[in-house]
């Protein structure tokens, strides 16, 4: 059933004092409810003109002019709407929303919560929603930490997340693994969901469970997935569409120190990684690129890392330092993106080189070279400075199309939280 909302507004175009581009806020906490976190972002490929936002925990965005100005609004589903929004585009201008279940409404208090992964979709621009389809049911587990990604070719949509049979647990006997399900373009009915990964991991949440599948598509339908697990970052592809997996996973790169890190004014911080393929004409087509965080440097050193396959995850490069700066700085919370017309790759990370304290500016990495070289770009236009009082999410995002430029991250300037993205194009 779908249903439309009655409030829409526009929020300011806020600029600051500090950095070239102009930075907007897209929201800001007005102390009710949940604050403002954890944002995912999607430039709409049929109509650049048109992006659309999500954050925790159940806020949808949607701006007609690249991102200048937004309205808001609030997404609800009979599934409940529990947060890790994921916000993607397909193809042909359609939206989806995927995010956590709460299907009681209770939140914690129901062992029910996170019975489920639901994928939302809107096929006018946020004028009206599905109620939601339900993904990967297991009233006896909880399914965690979701991403997806929609084909440009075939629309085919694609979803992998994590399943813990009871989270948080420190039993043995309790596993997490990471998941896949796909569906049609309509999104309305998926896949039985099935295990892709070889080895199980434990259900604490820490570097021991296995966590940050965020699946990628190839030129010829292929699907590709890393995560992480036990210092390691793993690699599994499917040539089919998701039909056959490997049956042994790959190792794409080591991560010393595990993905679970300390990062000061940060509660929770981790280094999870980020699966992208070129889709692009260009030289580097069909390149799959992981990108990550950890601190083989050192907890003081956290470090923004790629490594890159050319034959379909066979084989991967030694991983490459992203960020330029002199060592000994904190580098944190990537996401990366590819242009599917350029081929460039833009990888957006919180980066502390410029300041001896906890303030914290906004950085963007660029490679027009195939990952080979990256020029490191400063895009927030004042720093902040986080406290662990505040919970700061998990992640931040970054969509890019024929040259336009949307990184989206969670700001905190002593009082609020707020969710700033940057107007940059043709970079």
């Not at 581009?21 to 430039?43: K, L, M, Q, R």
Request: contains cysteine.
């Amino acid at each position: 059933m779908a249903f439309k909302y009655a409030l829409i507004f526009l929020l300011p175009f806020s600029l600051f004092a500090q950095g070239k581009y102009a930075n907007v806020t897209i929201d800001f906490h007005d102390g009710t409810g949940y604050a403002p976190c954890e944002p995912s972002i999607a430039i709409v490929p049929s109509d650049p003109s048109k992006i659309v936002a999500g954050a925790i925990l159940d806020k949808v965005y949607f701006s007609r002019d690249t991102g200048k100005t937004w309205r808001e609004e609030r997404l609800t589903s009979k599934y409940g709407v529990f947060g890790d929004p994921c916000v993607i585009a397909g193809p042909k201008g359609d939206v989806y929303y995927f995010h956590l279940s709460d299907p009681s409404g209770k939140g914690w208090s129901d062992p029910g919560l996170l019975d489920r992964i639901v994928c939302q979709t809107s096929s006018d621009f946020g004028k009206t929603w599905s109620e939601g389809s339900s993904i990967g049911l297991n009233a006896q587990r909880d399914q965690d930490k979701e991403w997806a990604i929609a084909d440009p070719i075939s629309g085919r949509v694609y979803v992998t997340w994590t399943e813990f049979m009871k989270y948080g647990s420190r039993q043995a006997q309790d596993s997490s693994f990471i998941m896949f399900s796909s569906a049609n373009r309509k999104a309305k009915k998926w896949k039985k969901a099935v295990r892709i990964n070889q080895y199980a991991g434990d259900c604490i949440d820490s570097d021991q469970t296995t966590e940050g599948a965020v699946p990628a598509v190839g030129p010829n339908g292929e699907v590709y997935v890393a995560w992480a697990y036990d210092d390691k970052i793993w690699f599994d592809r499917s040539l089919n569409k998701g039909k056959r997996w490997m049956a042994k996973d790959g190792v794409v790169s080591e991560i010393p120190g595990g993905w679970d890190m300390d990062i000061a004014g940060i509660g929770r911080a981790n280094g999870m990684p980020v699966t992208c393929c070129d889709l692009s004409t260009g030289p580097h087509r069909g390149t799959i690129y992981v990108n990550w965080c950890d601190q083989q440097n050192g907890p003081g050193d956290t470090d923004v890392w790629l490594s890159k396959s050319t034959d379909k995850g066979q084989t991967w490069t030694s991983a490459k330092r992203v960020n330029d700066d002199g060592p000994g700085k904190q580098q944190f919370f990537t996401w990366m993106d590819i242009d599917d017309v350029t081929g460039y790759i833009y990888i957006v990370f919180y980066d502390r080189r410029n300041h001896s304290d906890l303030n914290t500016d906004v950085y963007l990495a660029v490679s027009k070279d195939g990952g080979d070289s990256f020029q490191n770009i400063l895009i927030s236009r004042e720093p902040f400075a986080p406290t662990d009082k505040v919970f700061f999410g998990d992640y931040n995002n970054i969509s890019v199309y024929d040259g336009i430029v949307r990184p989206i991250w969670t700001h905190y300037d002593g009082n609020r939280l707020s969710i700033k993205t940057a107007i940059i194009k043709n970079l």
